[in-house]
């Protein structure tokens, strides 16, 4: 089965049974909503996206501030697919559905594509990872009349066996019989503002290769786990 296992979803709805006091129980969309950002400016260069996909999931909500290593102390729910997901299309995207019960989200925690189960030796990415990856984006960058065209195939895994890639989030909402559907709001091109542009100018390689365990690489997968993360926004019927 693609995504979450089936027991991890009855562990987690478990947990809630046993320490709530019978939340009815909830399902609605989820949607992937990204900003869709195209091109955008770093000091004196530009930078032209023309390819950004993703993996999202699976996703992990709790009602504690913060969630554990490994499960919510007080879990709510989860988005169990892992969705390949286009970050240059400025239109939400269907990424299965929200399970769970209601309640006052907290936190959450989740995965780009890239699992590490405490089954399993070594991270693996879902066959919805784009090439194996968590992100692969493509582009070029232009300052004056030089230009460079870039890769980036992006890592984003879990620091420890067992752990989600993000192990826990802000996210604040409320899940009530009047919730809709849940949006995972996020901007490919605000991740890319740590990279050393100039330097990838002056490289002299045509295309400019960002992968794993280089700085650039690195300061991608900052901003997509704590600098810029994805909002979870909770959506009422009749809100929009």
Known sequence: MRGARPWLLALLLGLVG???????????????????????????VTVTLEEATLAIG????????????????????EIRAVTRVDGLLAEAQAIGA??????????ASYDYGIHWYLTEKQPAPAPEAPAGHSAH????????AASVRFVADVDVVAPFQGQRA??????????????????????????????????????GEDPHAIAPGSRDHDAIVIDMVSVRPPTFVFVAAGAR
């Open 166 to 203: 993000v192990p826990t989030t802000k996210a604040e909402g409320t899940v009530d019989e009047d919730t809709e559907q849940v949006e995972v709001r996020f901007d490919v091109a605000s991740w890319l503002s740590g990279v050393d542009w100039h330097a990838a100018l002056d490289a």
């Open 58 to 77: 699976p996703v992990y909500f709790c009602a504690s501030a913060s969630g554990s290593a490994t499960l919510c102390e007080t879990a709510l729910g």
């Open 137 to 144: 984006i493509e582009g070029t960058a232009t300052r004056g």
């Open 98 to 107: 929200f399970r769970g019960f209601t309640g006052d989200i907290r936190s």
């Open 18 to 44: 046993c320490s709530s006091t019978g939340q009815p129980e909830m399902t609605f969309p989820a949607l992937a909503v990204p900003a869709g950002t195209k091109e955008f400016s770093v000091d004196d």
